[in-house]
């Protein structure tokens, strides 16, 4: 009998890997090859079977779901098929499914995927099962699972093999089943007040000089370097312009910069403009936005997260980031008479800034240094500078600040939002000028021309808000790093040759 075929770029087998192979032709020789079922019929699903036993009981079902564990006593048999709800108990007769069946059954491996026409019915432990009356081989899986008592522990094979992490460990398929909630929960919110969502380009002609930094790509048939969006701001306001007067986005966003606990270089963004509305209503309708998406997800507007409780119930703290930068060290940006002196200031404290930075470069260095890191319940930090808020809209009694604020939950930046700048004139010089930084940096940014050119049609006032979805998700799901809210995190592709290995049961 010729083995199940291994080419030349086939990664080394274990000996279990090899009997499962070995298995799988006996079946294919024998006619009956798993890989051409195209369908099986499912009637129940694990979770509707354990609610509704009173009314399931005696009544025949038809279940599927991936094999776990098995106990093989003699004549009969239990195991457990994990499906989309969760799993449950089968038991398995040979006098109820045939002597060749029960056989075939035995040599199902762990991991292979079954389907089950049976009874449903209580063992005498309290079990809720289903008495099998037919076993079929849907799927045969070649791999070995991780052993059910350590898992799968590994944390970077676990962010790689996504696909293995949910098998083994529940509690990732909740998170995930969590995050659909919370991302439904957004858009119903932002449905019921008036929203409509849109879906702007993801592949960019310009370069421009915000301070993320874009992934570059290339269209062969223009012939044009093009790059992955850094935000979905201009294009959302460009509709607001167009008449559209509350627009949002659910989208991804690519920046390529470094990874840590809350960055990934692909991440989900929720950006929202209001016409008419100020960065005070945006404030408003962050508040009740959490609030409404926390009780949605949770059914509370207290949330735990790594052992603290975060309070989300409205009204959330306010304070300016100069305020808070003289609470929290002493600093009064309001006597600051030259970015000398701030940087001056800086360099006194050993807060490094560049050797160009300005008073508002300063102040939020001093920010991230000394105030960010403490604000653990949720906190709207109000009025940046200028110099960092390109595109915000400036505070009519003092011109250095803008109407913007970011806000903050366990001592991290979850969004930002302003009164949007709808000065066409002002754009263009603070395009200007911060295409004229970078170039200074080194690095290419170019002035969105059709952007101004949009705000010279008019845009009326405006409140936008952009927040990080997953960050969100990290918080409602008691996450520590954006890796565990994320699918498929951005990984480093392991060495050409290398393999990933997992402690199973089978050797």
């Given at each position: 009998?010729?083995?199940?075929?291994?080419?030349?770029?086939?990664?080394?087998?274990?000996?279990?890997?090899?009997?499962?192979?070995?298995k799988l032709q006996k079946l294919i020789d024998a006619?009956?090859?798993?890989?051409?079922?195209?369908?099986?019929?499912?009637?129940?699903?694990?979770?509707?079977?354990?609610?509704?036993?009173?009314?399931?009981?005696?009544?025949?079902?038809?279940?599927?779901?991936?094999?776990?564990?098995?106990?093989?006593?003699?004549?009969?048999?239990?195991?457990?098929?994990?499906?989309?709800?969760?799993?449950?108990?089968?038991?398995?007769?040979?006098?109820?499914?045939?002597?060749?069946?029960?056989?075939?059954?035995?040599?199902?491996?762990?991991?292979?995927?079954?389907g089950v026409k049976g009874t449903v019915f209580r063992t005498q432990t309290g079990e809720i099962s289903v008495h099998a009356t037919s076993v079929t081989l849907l799927c045969k899986s070649l791999k070995v699972l991780p052993e059910k008592y350590h898992g799968l522990t590994d944390t970077d094979l676990r962010y790689r093999q996504r696909y293995v992490d949910m098998i083994v460990n529940p509690e990732v398929r909740d998170t995930f089943?969590?995050?659909?909630?919370?991302?439904?929960?957004?858009?119903?919110?932002?449905?019921?007040?008036?929203y409509i969502e849109v879906d702007t380009p993801v592949l960019h002609?310009?370069?421009?000089?915000?301070?993320?930094?874009?992934?570059?790509?290339?269209?062969?048939?223009?012939?044009?370097?093009?790059?992955?969006?850094?935000?979905?701001?201009?294009?959302?306001?460009?509709?607001?312009?167009?008449?559209?007067?509350?627009?949002?986005?659910?989208?991804?966003?690519?920046?390529?910069?470094?990874?840590?606990?809350?960055?990934n270089p692909e991440f989900t963004s929720v950006e929202t403009y209001q016409a008419y509305a100020d960065y005070k209503d945006i404030m408003e309708m962050v508040e009740q936005l959490y609030e409404f998406v926390a009780i949605k997800a949770l059914g509370t507007t207290d949330v735990n997260y790594?052992?603290?409780?975060?309070?989300?119930?409205?009204?959330?703290?306010?304070?300016?980031?100069?305020?808070?930068?003289?609470?929290?060290?002493?600093?009064d940006y309001s006597a600051w008479q030259s970015d000398e002196e701030a940087r001056a200031i800086c360099d006194k404290r050993g807060v490094h800034v560049e050797k160009d930075a300005r008073k508002g470069d300063c102040l939020a260095a001093l920010f991230d240094e000394y105030v960010e890191a403490s604000l653990v319940q949720p906190t709207f930090i109000m009025d940046y500078p200028v110099e960092i808020s390109p595109l915000a809209k400036r505070k009519p009694d003092n011109p250095e600040l803008t109407e913007r604020f970011e806000f903050f939950i366990t001592g991290h930046e979850m969004g930002n939002a302003f009164s949007e700048l709808n000065d066409p004139v002002d754009q263009r010089r603070r395009f200007e000028e911060q295409v004229a930084l970078r170039a200074s940096q080194g690095i290419h940014a170019e002035v969105d021309e059709d952007f101004v050119n949009a705000l010279e049609y008019g845009m009326p006032p405006t409140g936008g808000l952009g927040f990080g979805l997953d960050?969100?998700?990290?918080?409602?799901?008691?996450?520590?790093?954006i890796r565990d809210v994320l699918l498929f995190p951005t990984m480093k592709p392991l060495d050409a040759g290398s393999g990933d290995t997992v402690q199973n049961a089978e050797g």
């Open positions: 009998m010729a083995d199940y075929p291994v080419t030349p770029l086939t990664p080394p087998l274990t000996e279990q890997e090899i009997i499962r192979r070995q006619g009956e090859n798993p890989y051409e079922i195209t369908r099986f019929d499912v009637t129940h699903r694990s979770a509707a079977i354990l609610a509704g036993f009173e009314e399931l009981e005696g009544r025949e079902v038809s279940i599927a779901g991936r094999m776990t564990s098995r106990r093989v006593m003699g004549k009969a048999s239990f195991a457990h098929l994990l499906d989309g709800e969760g799993d449950i108990q089968i038991y398995v007769r040979r006098d109820d499914v045939g002597e060749e069946s029960y056989a075939a059954f035995k040599q199902d491996d762990i991991g292979d995927i079954l089943r969590k995050r659909s909630r919370i991302i439904a929960a957004v858009r119903e919110f932002l449905d019921s007040h008036g002609t310009l370069e421009i000089g915000a301070s993320a930094r874009p992934f570059r790509t290339h269209h062969n048939a223009l012939n044009l370097d093009m790059f992955l969006r850094i935000e979905t701001e201009l294009y959302l306001k460009r509709l607001i312009v167009g008449g559209f007067e509350r627009v949002y986005e659910v989208g991804r966003i690519f920046r390529n910069e470094g990874m840590d606990a809350t960055h790594q052992g603290q409780v975060i309070h989300l119930k409205a009204p959330w703290k306010r304070i300016t980031m100069a305020d808070a930068v003289r609470e929290a060290c002493g600093e960050r969100l998700i990290m918080l409602l799901t008691d996450s520590a790093t």
